[in-house]
């Protein structure tokens, strides 16, 4: 079993539909990731989260250390939006980071 | 500032041959981390360089892989002898030195390199 578990994996959306992806872990953490990844492209961190929620634009984090689940959101979306969106964790045990599977998520014009 | 640069973008070689992948952290940057991505499968950690040294190389599939970071700087990481089973995304990533509270710095991404062995 993967230490991180993404979902959905896949996830078709209309342009301007609200959209969640759900990261849960089961290791102890000391920060969390948001990374996107467009096709044949590299990856880009959206966020870096240890406890609360971060916003940028139309995109929102939200981490529940408690519950080891972590979501991230994204208002009004859009085709460019259109990405696989990965959630990394640091292990607070060491300097390992654990990946999950990935998010793929098409917007549709 | 310049970001997290690999080379090479794609490598196609054969069965036994050898191959080395390079990777240009941001500059000050002592953390640099290697990871690879088969396909359809999660990205996982290979090792961990913080300055010259190894830090965490539990990842590290086999003594087949070698990676370097003479220096403190760039880093190499060699497939020799490469088999099909290598393919895949090698992506390279480097942050700063963790605060002194111990707070995570971003992690910064290179593009990868697509390495394929036929």
């Known amino acids: 079993k993967n230490e991180v578990e993404q979902s959905p994996q896949n996830l078709t959306a209309q342009e301007g539909e609200f959209i969640t992806i759900n990261c849960s872990y089961s290791?102890?953490?000391?920060?969390l990731h948001w990374l996107q990844q467009h096709p044949g492209g590299g990856i880009v961190s959206l966020f870096m989260l240890s406890s609360g929620k971060k916003k940028h634009g139309r995109l929102l984090a939200t981490i529940n250390i408690q519950e080891k689940h972590s979501s991230l959101h994204i208002t009004a979306s859009h085709p460019r939006d259109s990405a696989v969106y990965i959630c990394?964790?640091?292990?607070?045990?060491?300097?390992?980071?654990?990946f999950g599977t990935g998010t793929s998520l098409t917007v549709i014009p | 500032e310049a970001g997290v640069t690999q080379f090479p973008s794609h490598s196609v070689i054969e069965k036994g041959q050898t191959v080395t992948l390079r990777c240009d952290p941001i500059?000050?940057?002592?953390?640099l981390y290697w990871y690879r991505r088969v396909m359809g499968k999660e990205i996982k950690f290979l090792l961990h360089f913080v300055k010259e040294s190894k830090q965490d190389e539990s990842g590290m599939p086999n003594n087949r892989f070698l990676a370097e970071r003479t220096g403190g700087t760039y880093s190499t990481l060699k497939v020799q002898p490469a088999e099909l089973e290598d393919s895949g995304v090698y992506f390279c990533?480097?942050?700063?030195?963790?605060?002194?509270?111990?707070?995570?710095?971003?992690?910064?991404f290179g593009n990868g390199t697509r390495l394929t062995v036929t």
């Open positions: 990533a480097s942050s700063q030195e963790r605060g002194p509270t111990g707070a995570d710095s971003p992690l910064h």
């Open positions: 290791v102890g953490i000391s920060a």
């Open positions: 500059s000050g940057h002592d953390n």
């Open positions: 990394a964790v640091r292990s607070n045990t060491g300097n390992q980071f654990y």
